[in-house]
Structure formats: structure tokens, C-alpha cells
């Protein structure tokens, strides 16, 4: 290890001085991660519990829906101790393993999409051969190499990160990111991490997963045009949450990709908070409101169980 010894912790400079508004924030922040714990338990439940739901789709919202939970307590917990908190510490170790649920959270999401956008592929564009090509058994496999590929992944891209020395303390964030820790080391292998960094977060990650999505749309679109009126209005009725769900992550990891880059003192710092968390608050509360609305047997099932 080269971690100096005299860094033992990162100071989380975006929390910033609130004052006694820290009581009602750290209130709003419980309020909205106890819903996305309510609302994504509760569409897991009545997945499982529906006979008619054990499909290959609702099997990926599984998914899906674990995923928004195990998401928000990567940030949300941490988040509410900071708000209360007087000085906005993290140590080396914390701030490590939030950096692995995090990566985890967001690499895990984007393939789930993906492997998603390929199943309404086939449902549309094949659908005689949908029960052969999409079996719950292959589903299975697949959900478990994604969330395996994915913790392997951030682990061997986090092993590069723990070895560095680190000169700096100051993070311009409310939660640990790779890449901004990695501004702070002074170590000259640096390079090396950025590298991995961008490779396995960047390329692998997130720009596969959304060229494969992308095909995937363009198919199902050349089929759209040729087909029936009933066609489309089914293809529209399936895809229409799928698409909701991936324009509201990468529109997260767009801004805080961009954000860094350009002057945002005219934004409200309140505002510049809320998008940074986006992904941990907003997308676990609209994946499970959008599938639950616009899918017609989880909406039965809705009223059954009401």
C-alpha cells in the first residue's frame, strides 16, 4: 500500500454551512429514501407473489428494482449522517467502499437497461420466437453474470485507486467519486488509474451498454414503420417506460460528467445538489412509478392487491 500516512480521511466540501436547515433536509433526505425502499419493495413483492408476473421482463424489473435500493443506500444513509454532521469527514476506507457501491449501482444499471432494450427487441421484432430466445433460465444467468461482471469489474478499477498516495483532502462533491479522488493523489501512478478509469468506467460500462441500446431501438423502429396499428401501439406500451428509465440515467450521468467543466454559479446550490444525486434519489422513485403506471398487469395486480 502507498497511502500516505498522513491522509486518513476526505473532507466532502459541498455540503457546505446550511445551518438549522440541516434538520429539515436531513427529514426530506429519510422521507425520500424510506419511499424508494417502500416503492420498489413493493413492486419486487407483488412480482414474486403473482404467478402471472413470473416472466422474463418482470424478472429484469427484479432486478431493476433491487438495484434502486441498493443504490440509494449506497449514498442516501451516508448522505443524512453528513447533513447532521459539523465537519463532513470521511475516512479512506468509507469513502472506498461508497466509491464500489456506487460504480457498482450505476454499472449494474446501465447493462440491466441494455440486456432490457434487447429483450423488447425480440418481443417486437421476433415475437413467434420470444418463449425459445428468452427463457426465465437464461434470464437468470444473464441478471447474475451482469451483477457479478460488475462488482469484478469496479473491484480490479478500485485495487488501481487504494494504492495511491494521496496529497489532497478536499472533494467538490456530497459523496465520493473515483475520478475526483483520483485528482488528489500526487502518486506516479496516477496515470495508470485514469486510464482504467476511463477504459472500464467509461467504454465498457457506459458507452457499450448505450451503442448496444441504440441498435437495439433502430431495429425495433425499422419494424414500427412496416407494422400494423396494433403493433405500435404495443411496441409504444412496452417501450414507452424502458425509454423513460434511460434517457432519465444517462441524462444523470451526463450532467455530472459535464458540470465540473463549466461555471455553475447562476444554478442554486440547492439545485446543483439535486441533480447531483439524481440517480440515488429521482431514478429509484421513477423506475418503480413509470413500470408500475404504464405496465398493464402490474397495474391489475395493483388494484387486486388494493
Not at 473532507?11 to 436531513?26: A, R, T
Not at 444513509?77 to 469513502?95: A, G, K, N, R, W
Not at 439535486?274 to 402490474?298: D, E, M, T, V
Request: charged content about 10%; aromatic content about 14%.
Amino acid at each position: 500500500m502507498e497511502n500516505s500516512s498522513e491522509i486518513v480521511s476526505f473532507v466532502l466540501s459541498m455540503y457546505g454551512d446550511i445551518g438549522h436547515l440541516k434538520y429539515l433536509y436531513f427529514l426530506l433526505t429519510m422521507i425520500l429514501y424510506v419511499s424508494v425502499i417502500l416503492a420498489n419493495t413493493a413492486l419486487i413483492v407483488i412480482i414474486y407473489v403473482k404467478p402471472n408476473l413470473h416472466e422474463p421482463m418482470y424478472l429484469f424489473l427484479c432486478s431493476l428494482f433491487v438495484n434502486d435500493i441498493y443504490g440509494s443506500t449506497a449514498l442516501l444513509p451516508c448522505l443524512m449522517v453528513q447533513i447532521l454532521s459539523e465537519t463532513h469527514d470521511i475516512s479512506l476506507l468509507f469513502c472506498f467502499i461508497q466509491i464500489f457501491n456506487i460504480q457498482t449501482y450505476g454499472d449494474v444499471e446501465f447493462q440491466t437497461l441494455a440486456i432490457m432494450s434487447y429483450d423488447r427487441y425480440v418481443c417486437i421484432y421476433k415475437p413467434l420466437h420470444y418463449n425459445n430466445i428468452i427463457t426465465m433460465r437464461r434470464v437468470q444467468i444473464v441478471i447474475l453474470v451482469i451483477w457479478i461482471v460488475s462488482f469484478i469489474q469496479v473491484g480490479v478499477l478500485l485495487s488501481f485507486t487504494i494504492r495511491l498516495r494521496f496529497c489532497g483532502t478536499v472533494i467538490d462533491k456530497v459523496c465520493c467519486v473515483n475520478h475526483l479522488v483520483l485528482e488528489l493523489s500526487c502518486s506516479p501512478t496516477s496515470i495508470l488509474s485514469y486510464v482504467n478509469d476511463v477504459i472500464s468506467g467509461l467504454v465498457f460500462c457506459v458507452t457499450a451498454p448505450l451503442v448496444f441500446i441504440l441498435f437495439t431501438y433502430i431495429k425495433i423502429l425499422s419494424v414500427c414503420l412496416k407494422a400494423s396499428k396494433e403493433t405500435k401501439t404495443k411496441a409504444f406500451d412496452t417501450c414507452t417506460p424502458h425509454l423513460v428509465s434511460i434517457m432519465s440515467f444517462v441524462f444523470s450521468f451526463l450532467y455530472n460528467i459535464i458540470s465540473p467543466r463549466f461555471n455553475k454559479t447562476f444554478v442554486p446550490f440547492e439545485l446543483q445538489v439535486i441533480l447531483s444525486i439524481y440517480a440515488f434519489i429521482i431514478q429509484p422513485l421513477l423506475n418503480p412509478l413509470i413500470y408500475g403506471l404504464k405496465l398493464l398487469k402490474i397495474r391489475q395486480a395493483l388494484k387486486t392487491l388494493c
